[in-house]
């Protein structure tokens, strides 16, 4: 088996991990390989019947693992539905002037939803206002009536903000710098886009090119730039300390709650469980077992 040949199925093993099968442009789109790939060549390599691979219409999956196609239809329609939903929430709150990025992550982003899943937000906000945007999005989230804190029993549709760094600290450190976090990174779906924000945290990772060479970003989001009464907002916010404020209390209450949570000066990062560790291990025993 040749390294292109590798790094197809490592593709397929990773994404079968999420019971989830993919399309010839997704291969080539989140291919787990090192060096570019072009996708005639590729395609063409997926044509190789030696592979333990299976296609069914437009989906390519492991041997034997068929029923992934039908489970992946089905949660194409239920994210669908999510989709809409999540990009009318991120309209009516697109006017906090903090905010310079969100994005949908986690299974959302690949279309991938159950329907008593969550919906993750990925945030990036001015410098030293992560706080400060952080409980202005709880306020107007539960306000809404779709905010997902540690009491919520239905998590359906609920918004969990996940992580939410400021434009200082786009470039993720080199713990965090693996094959999990890659793909987290480039499958992120951007909503609100302001000053080329999204753009500047992909120039900020280049590192994730170690994992997913093929990778490129897809303009298909408009950019929006920040007026004069954001900017006007933002040093208000400055000005009054807000941030140190808002931090205060919000660790005050998290005080007896904690977790795993990371919250580091511009980086806040929310996941009860290490969701990442547990893949990684999976991943790593799959591919020994093929001897890749």
Not at 28 to 41: A, D, P, V
Request: proline share 2%.
């Amino acid at each position: 088996m040749d390294s292109r040949q590798q790094a197809i199925l490592r593709t397929l093993l990773y994404a079968d991990l999420f019971d989830y099968p993919l399309t010839k442009d997704q291969i080539f789109r989140f291919l787990i390989s090192k060096k570019n790939i072009g996708k005639q060549e590729l395609f063409s390599v997926l044509k190789n019947k030696s592979l333990p691979i299976e296609q069914s219409g437009e989906y390519f999956y492991l041997t034997q693992r068929k029923s992934l196609v039908t489970e992946r239809q089905k949660r194409k329609t239920v994210s669908s539905q999510k989709l809409e939903l999540a990009k009318k929430i991120i309209n009516k709150i697109s006017f906090i002037s903090s905010i310079k990025l969100i994005g949908i992550s986690g299974a959302l982003s690949m279309e991938n939803c159950d329907e008593d899943d969550d919906i993750d937000f990925f945030v990036i906000t001015d410098k030293n206002l992560v706080w400060t945007t952080r409980l202005l999005l709880i306020i107007l989230l539960t306000f809404l009536g779709v905010y997902r804190n540690r009491k919520s029993k239905n998590h359906s549709n609920k918004i969990c903000l996940n992580m939410i760094l400021d434009e200082d600290n786009l470039c993720f450190g080199k713990i965090n710098q693996d094959l999990y976090t890659a793909h987290e990174i480039v499958q992120l779906l951007p909503i609100l886009n302001k000053e080329e924000t999204y753009e500047k945290f992909i120039n900020n990772n280049p590192w994730i090119k170690n994992y997913i060479a093929n990778f490129t970003v897809e303009k298909n989001f408009d950019d929006k730039k920040n007026v004069l009464f954001d900017r006007l907002i933002v040093q208000l916010f400055k000005l009054l300390q807000i941030e140190k404020i808002a931090r205060f209390f919000q660790l005050k209450y998290m005080k007896n709650h904690r977790t795993n949570e990371i919250t580091k000066d511009g980086f806040l990062k929310f996941h009860p469980y290490d969701y990442k560790a547990h893949v990684l291990a999976s991943y790593k025993k799959e591919l020994q077992k093929r001897g890749l």
